[in-house]
């Protein structure tokens, strides 16, 4: 029984070394110079095949070498810069061999030796640098003389540093004495005795900051506790650098001269003294902001002259002022404060954030100050007076930057000599963008200016007899093209003219300032342009030598000092034939005079316009002669007229004699009548001579009849009455009597006086 288990176990033990051989690798590969080689060397990789087979190496798994039947093969590589891996295997056999060639340095002497006791009894940490990256696998050494371990082992990491941890075992060691050893397959390096004093390695822990505490100028800082010396504070403002202070303090920290409602951050370090130990890692960041105090400065304040408004004699202007700085608001500035004292009356108005103000007054002055939560600023006065124009600065500004601009005037170009001078400037068409600057000398640097926009501003000279100004126009730093045309509008147009606007580029699209505007004109039918240019900032034009009844196409363009913008829309027209004009002027004519009939038809319905034109009739009314006085005293007179009538003969060529007419005196006046004169229709030539008649009766009447009775004159007024009858009122002012004394018109009664008809009432 036994002899058969040791034959069972025999036939299986060669069944297990057959399937091993056949399972093991078919060839090995050796280097020359092993697997670890200094960068750029030159070596031989070797493969051993087992068995005969087409034999082929690889690199990086691209084929590098085919080899005939042989069982050893070998190349030489030269110039190995990278992490290489070469294989060998048989083409019928899928199952390689191989191995990895990572090429390196040596490492350098071990420098920059670092040793940090953490606390007094803690334990102590070193680091060094060994110079540039290996590449390769490096081992650091670190030991420590008079310890009984033979030294503490790290890893080079792959920016070639080096650290080790220890403990102090002797609390009587005043001294560390070490020693450093960092090596690789390619060499060793070795560096050391270094010497350390123990106390001077000291490393404080990391301290911590438990409350601040602040007031306007100063703050305080409560600390954990500990048994340092020497501590460090450091204190900064949003945006600004740190500043350092140092003290002897363990606890409580104090740090003055600060400014009022500021967010201050705080953190702290700390030593053994001021001579030994290290210093320890920054605490963390602490904040607290400092509390408000009133403002002690007085605002920065300037104004504008604005147009008056209309029938006022009061002057306006605008009052600007600059805003405070953190350092004097001393917190947050909650309104303005402005005070005008106009002949010894005073007004106070307040005006939340608002840094400016339109006043209209005479002979006035106002007062600004900023409140905050703590008080106001000192009040700055400023007398509002009417400055007198010199004119326009033309010297050229200078270009300093993308920024800014310097820019220089005359003492005789703004006259008068002053030891002051502001110049101020803005946007164009934003004045609450306004800047100005206060100096005594004939130059000024205009700063804060953006690229492709345009600006305005004046030079104000500040003398005892009033301010005197210079303009300033076309202030930039660069620009470029505008980026969009104007869009024009027509206004009017006729036979062969016509007037053109257009509008305003907005301001971002300027891109500059603006120097001109260029108006097309294309004929349509002999498609040739004509161009108009117009100076900024006038935005119409007449255009004229137009043909009638032709049609056109107009754009406009806009120009910078760097050239000419795109076109704007186009406006296409036609203008009008001669008597399309003619046509309009009638229709013009008629609904003028159409529109004069209705408002006089309007006016005539009140009753205080039918009262004037009443009293106007009775003014004008003809009175009656024979009632006068002169007819009266006429008859008392015996004087005769005679009239010499001759029979008029249309046969004979010549005229009819005149008639003779005698005149009667009366007193100091000579009164004149006509006698009425009935011709018969006879043939008689004979010349009759009148007799002397009633003068009073026959004569001629005021409705022109020779003579007629009362019912005559009653007939021809009705008929008149009649011919008003197509006015809406029947109160109409000529529809009234005239007279109302229910008696004759004399002379006596009627007085000639007109002064009623501009009587309002």
């Not at 255009?543 to 009844?549: K, M, R």
């Not at 005079?593 to 009739?617: E, G």
Request: charged share 20%; glycine share 6%; proline share 5%.
């Amino acid at each position: 029984m036994s002899s058969e288990c040791t034959c069972s176990l025999l036939v299986m033990l060669c069944f297990i070394l057959a399937a091993g051989a056949h399972g093991g690798t078919v060839c090995t590969v050796r280097s020359s110079i092993g697997k670890e080689v200094l960068l750029g060397s030159n070596f031989t990789i070797s493969c051993v095949f087992k068995k005969e087979c087409t034999k082929q190496m690889f690199r990086n798994e691209q084929i590098y070498k085919q080899f005939p039947n042989s069982n050893e093969v070998s190349v030489y590589v030269e110039n190995l810069t990278t992490l290489s891996i070469f294989t060998c295997k048989c083409m019928e056999d899928p199952e390689p061999c191989g191995i990895d060639i990572t090429p390196g340095y040596p490492p350098d002497i071990p420098q920059n030796l670092t040793c940090i006791r953490k606390t007094e009894f803690g334990n102590v940490s070193c680091t060094w640098t060994t110079g540039r990256d290996t590449k390769i696998l490096t081992t650091c050494q670190l030991r420590v003389q008079g310890d009984p371990y033979l030294g503490y082992k790290s890893v080079m990491n792959s920016t070639g540093f080096c650290w080790s941890t220890f403990p102090i075992k002797s609390s009587k060691m005043s001294r560390l004495i070490v020693s450093l050893n960092v090596s690789n397959s390619l060499g060793s390096k070795t560096s050391g005795p270094h010497t350390f004093t123990l106390s001077n390695i000291v490393k404080p822990s990391v301290p911590k900051i438990l409350d601040v505490n602040c007031s306007s100028q100063w703050c305080h800082l409560h600390t954990d506790h500990h048994s340092m010396d020497l501590v460090e504070v450091q204190y900064k403002a949003e945006n600004e650098n740190w500043k350092n202070l140092q003290t002897n303090a363990r606890k409580n920290l104090n740090i003055s001269k600060l400014q009022p409602d500021v967010m201050y951050k705080f953190r702290i370090r700390r030593k053994i003294n001021r001579t030994v130990g290290l210093w320890s890692d920054w605490s963390k960041e602490n904040g607290a902001k400092t509390k408000e105090e009133a403002p002690d400065k007085e605002l920065d304040v300037w104004y504008l002259q604005e147009p008056k408004p209309p029938q006022s004699e009061n002057k306006c202007f605008r009052i600007f002022w600059k805003e405070l700085n953190i350092s004097n608001a001393k917190g947050k500035i909650q309104k303005y404060n402005i005070s005008v004292l106009e002949q010894n009356r005073k007004s106070s108005n307040a005006f939340l954030l608002s840094r400016n103000k339109s006043i209209c007054c005479l002979n006035c002055s106002v007062s600004v100050s900023a409140v905050n939560s703590k008080g106001q600023s000192p009040s700055k006065f400023i007398e509002l007076r009417s400055p007198v124009h010199s004119g326009f600065l033309r010297q050229p500004h200078k270009l300093l930057n993308n920024h800014s601009i310097a820019i220089s005037w005359q003492r005789s170009a703004i006259a008068g000599h002053s030891t002051e001078y502001v110049v101020h400037w803005y946007p164009v068409g934003d004045i609450e963008g306004i800047q100005w600057i206060r100096v005594r000398d004939t130059t000024a640097n205009i700063t804060g200016l953006q690229p492709r926009e345009c600006y305005q501003g004046a030079v104000t000279v500040l003398s005892s007899s009033g301010p005197k100004i210079a303009s300033i126009r076309g202030i930039f730093t660069w620009q470029s093209a505008p980026e969009q045309g104007p869009v024009p509008q027509l206004d009017w147009k006729k036979s062969t003219s016509m007037q053109v606007k257009w509008s305003e580029i907005p301001h971002e699209k300027r891109r500059g300032c603006l120097r001109k505007y260029t108006v097309y004109l294309m004929d349509k039918l002999k498609e040739d342009i004509k161009n108009y240019n117009v100076d900024y900032p006038k935005r119409q034009n007449i255009i004229s030598d137009l043909s009638p009844g032709q049609c056109y196409n107009l754009w406009v363009t806009a120009w910078t000092d760097a050239g000419e913008g795109p076109r704007g829309s186009d406006l296409p027209f036609c203008t009008l034939s001669d008597a399309e004009e003619l046509l309009s002027r009638v229709i013009l004519a008629g609904g003028a005079v159409l529109l004069a009939c209705l408002i006089l038809l309007c006016i005539c319905q009140f009753a205080s316009v039918q009262r004037r034109f009443s009293n106007c009739c009775e003014c004008t009314a003809i009175p009656d002669p024979a009632n006068s006085n002169c007819a009266k005293t006429f008859t008392d007179d015996q004087g005769e007229t005679k009239l010499y009538l001759q029979q008029y003969d249309s046969s004979l060529s010549e005229d009819p004699e005149n008639v003779e007419v005698q005149e009667v005196p009366n007193h100091s006046f000579t009164c004149i009548y006509i006698k009425s004169i009935s011709q018969e229709s006879s043939s008689s030539d004979a010349t009759q001579i009148t007799r002397t008649t009633d003068y009073t009766d026959e004569y001629i009447s005021t409705h022109g009849a020779i003579s007629g009775g009362e019912e005559e004159e009653d007939e021809e007024e009705e008929a008149c009455l009649d011919e008003f009858e197509f006015f809406p009122s029947t109160h109409s002012p000529f529809l009234e009597p005239l007279v109302l004394t229910g008696g004759k018109l004399t002379l006596d009664v009627v007085k000639i006086d007109c002064s009623e008809f501009l009587d309002c009432t």
